[in-house]
């Protein structure tokens, strides 16, 4: 797929990775940029770099009749970029109720689910197109002191496979993006190595270009993923020693 002369949706544009695809969409030449977030004033200073091409759009993936909406108004969409997301640092057991672990599963896998059902046929109808999930490497192995996070975004790797295979019929490309750990706001509480939020866009759009369905941002991320394959229950006990506060 051709990212030049493109139309994209970002969701979670105003967010620190959400912020670096605008702006790599951008630099690659895309045609026009639907920029998503829940209060769209949060997008002034994203949108001021380019007003002409990027459209700020009132998204909240968790809520239905806000993605009709955004379906409805951004019908020439032709790369979907599922970056909104969150992440609340809880244990399983050690959270005092299941209110974080229904949130997170809310945005992180629910809210991309409905993004990715309602453009699916937009998609199919502008040719094909593509999706683009950002999920994480804790995908693949739960850290404990995170440990609902990494089971939304487990649950959403398992749906971006299952997706891939339902539209790959009408040539639409399903991307799982699966950084370390990103150099955000998010991730103060966690020690290096921290991958940028601008490599990840940009190692996010090369998949597109190059069309390669698995992408891990960062030499954590693929370290990990050589140690999945490798020693996956030493790395898991690894991961478990990082308890929740």
Same mark, same amino acid.
């Given at each position: 797929?051709?990212?030049?002369?493109?139309?994209?949706?970002?969701?979670?544009?105003?967010?620190?990775?959400?912020?670096?695809?605008?702006?790599?969409?951008?630099?690659?030449?895309?045609?026009?940029?639907?920029?998503?977030?829940?209060?769209?004033?949060?997008?002034?200073?994203?949108?001021?770099?380019?007003?002409?091409?990027?459209?700020?759009?009132?998204?909240?993936?968790?809520?239905?009749?806000?993605?009709?909406?955004?379906?409805?108004?951004?019908?020439?969409?032709?790369?979907?970029?599922?970056?909104?997301?969150?992440?609340?640092?809880?244990?399983?057991?050690?959270?005092?109720?299941?209110?974080?672990?229904?949130?997170?599963?809310?945005?992180?896998?629910?809210?991309? !689910? %409905? &993004?990715?059902?309602?453009?699916?046929?937009? *998609?199919? =109808?502008? #040719?094909?197109?593509? /999706?683009?999930? $950002?999920?994480?490497?804790?995908?693949?192995?739960?850290?404990?002191?995170?440990?609902?996070?990494?089971?939304?975004?487990?649950?959403? !790797? %398992? &749906?971006?496979?299952?997706?891939?295979?339902? *539209?790959? =019929?009408? #040539?639409?490309?399903? /991307?799982?993006? $699966?950084?370390?750990?990103?150099?955000?706001?998010?991730?103060?509480?966690?020690?290096?190595?921290?991958?940028?939020?601008?490599?990840?866009?940009?190692?996010?759009?090369?998949?597109?270009?190059?069309?390669?369905?698995?992408?891990?941002?960062?030499?954590?991320?693929?370290?990990?993923?050589?140690?999945?394959?490798?020693?996956?229950?030493?790395?898991?006990?690894?991961?478990?020693?990082?308890?929740?506060?």
């Amino acid at each position: 797929m051709q990212i030049k002369g493109a139309v994209a949706l970002v969701t979670g544009a105003n967010g620190g990775i959400g912020q670096n695809y605008v702006e790599a969409l951008r630099n690659e030449g895309v045609e026009r940029i639907y920029a998503g977030a829940r209060n769209p004033d949060s997008l002034s200073k994203i949108v001021a770099i380019d007003s002409q091409r990027i459209i700020p759009i009132q998204l909240d993936v968790t809520d239905e009749q806000s993605v009709k909406a955004a379906a409805n108004k951004c019908s020439d969409v032709t790369l979907l970029i599922n970056n909104a997301g969150i992440g609340l640092l809880k244990g399983f057991i050690s959270a005092t109720d299941l209110s974080s672990a229904r949130a997170e599963m809310e945005v992180n896998y629910f809210g991309a !689910l %409905s &993004m990715c059902r309602e453009f699916a046929p937009i *998609l199919k =109808a502008n #040719g094909g197109g593509a /999706i683009v999930n $950002m999920l994480t490497i804790l995908a693949k192995v739960n850290l404990p002191m995170n440990a609902s996070y990494c089971a939304s975004k487990a649950a959403t !790797l %398992s &749906m971006t496979q299952a997706i891939r295979a339902e *539209l790959a =019929a009408q #040539g639409t490309l399903v /991307i799982g993006v $699966m950084p370390g750990t990103v150099d955000t706001g998010m991730s103060q509480a966690f020690p290096p190595p921290k991958v940028s939020p601008a490599e990840v866009a940009k190692a996010a759009l090369q998949a597109v270009i190059d069309e390669i369905e698995d992408v891990y941002p960062g030499e954590q991320a693929t370290q990990m993923a050589a140690q999945l394959l490798e020693d996956p229950k030493g790395l898991e006990r690894l991961m478990g020693k990082m308890l929740p506060m």
